[in-house]
């Protein structure tokens, strides 16, 4: 999966904000406007397998999935087919994401939320497909091929000097890839953005060897009432945000980890000598779904 270009960036926050620790923004948002940041790391060893055995992708989402969308347009750019297994009944108005998963060749199949929690494959796309012609990729690319594309994340871009990495965490697959990618002198601090994920700790660390068990730490005090929730607070921080810096963030994820940095900043939890690297992981997308006018970006 190589035709999408590398053009991420690090930015400096020094010139807008009075940090007493220095604070860098590793941009992934501007890999591709849709196949954001970390998705497009996560996907890629799974792409690398599906091509090589010529395979149809078939993931699962919600409606309004990052990792649906970013799947699509994947298999899209690669010549390959894509079938999505989506949550829930479908409604006569789409969700954009699934607009546009539908516009890059998706083939989308709905099912219940008891058949979805069990990741049933419903038997409508054994009837167009045979099972041996589908590479399964996991539910937000969990797995060990999903760690070692986000792996990628540290090794692709200058990371040497940073003493602390700061990601938003649903699965925990992008996390566990800094995290084993990361040197034993640097920290990982995972964001959850799910309300009270505690097995999330159990998730990562099965996707990790050992020696990695104090390389990282999980914050599950900024979800903002849980999964997508979000409140005026949140919403007013994203909009100071792109005021001040120009850098577009994301309701469901970035706007949550990047309010959780500041939130330990203002409260002294970093050294001065300390060099914080905020990697903001894209799901711009994921805004359409809000009233316009919400935030003064798109
Ligand atoms: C999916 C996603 C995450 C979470 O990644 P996991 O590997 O599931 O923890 C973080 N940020 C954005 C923007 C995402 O779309």
Redesign the pocket.
Known sequence: MSTIPLSCRIESLQSYYDFHATVDVLRLDLLHPVI????WF?LKEYITEAKKAEKILLTFGGPYS??IVATAAAANNEGLKSVGIIRGDETRTLSTTLVRAKEYGMQLFYTSREAYKNKLIPSAVYDKYPPHELYVIPE???GAL?VAG?AAILRENDTHSYSHFL?????????AGIVSACGMQQQVIGVSVLKGNFSLQNEVASLLPQAKENSYGLLHEYHFGGYAKHNNELLTFMNNFYERTGIPT?F???GKAFYAAFDLLSKNKFSATDRILLIH???LQGNASLPKGTLIFK
């Open positions: 954001s940041g970390n998705k996560k990052n990792h937000g690319g969990y999903g986000a990601v938003a965490t649903g699965t925990g697959t992008t996390l994301d469901v994820y970035t992981t894209g799901g």
